[in-house]
């Protein structure tokens, strides 16, 4: 507008925009575009903006919106790789709280000492439980490294490189299920 301004523009411009108005009907209709609401507003409390908010947040849907959006390999790895983290976290600090609090209980031997206790099945399932968040989480932060590098980020290489590390993941995690 400014250029229309400096170039003595500005009165024509207006004239043709407003000036088009020729008939009843686009003055009604230019005269609504233009017209100015008034807006009543309320003083609230503060408590009750919180409320006001809360029941906005409730009718949000959630990210991704699980009922539109079709499942894709990408937002499935990523859940998975953050649930995987957190479970490996929770492990180790876990098992690292138990031991502080109680070393003798929680010391190599003894533990060594209770499984060889345990049924073959119980074994064996606590091996897969162990392992396929281990080997999952690994693989898909290789994956996230290649990223990083600038490496497979087009949708074929983000795609390809999920299917190996399920692949990798599958695998491994039964090699060191039933053969470790």
Do not use: C
């Not at 492990?91 to 209770?114: C, M, Q």
Request: net charge positive; glycine share 8%.
């Amino acid at each position: 507008m400014l250029t229309a301004r400096t170039l003595g523009l500005a009165p024509s411009l207006r004239q043709a925009t407003f000036g088009a108005a020729r008939n009843n009907a686009s003055k009604i209709l230019l005269r609504s575009a233009i017209t100015i609401r008034s807006v009543q507003t309320q003083p609230l409390k503060p408590e009750d903006g919180i409320t006001i908010l809360n029941k906005q947040r409730l009718q949000r849907p959630s990210s991704p919106h699980f009922t539109i959006y079709q499942p894709q390999l990408t937002w499935i790895g990523s859940i998975f790789n953050r649930v995987t983290g957190v479970s490996l976290t929770v492990l180790l600090y876990g098992f690292s709280i138990a031991y502080l609090v109680a070393p003798g209980t929680f010391d190599s031997t003894h533990v060594i000492e209770y499984v060889a206790g345990l049924p073959d099945v119980v074994k064996y399932a606590g091996k897969f439980v162990l392992a396929l968040p281990f080997t999952f989480h690994s693989f898909n932060g290789l994956r996230h490294l290649g990223w990083d590098m600038g490496r497979f980020v087009t949708l074929k290489g983000a795609y390809s490189t999920g299917y190996a590390v399920l692949g990798a993941t599958g695998l491994s995690t039964l090699y060191l299920t039933f053969f470790q």
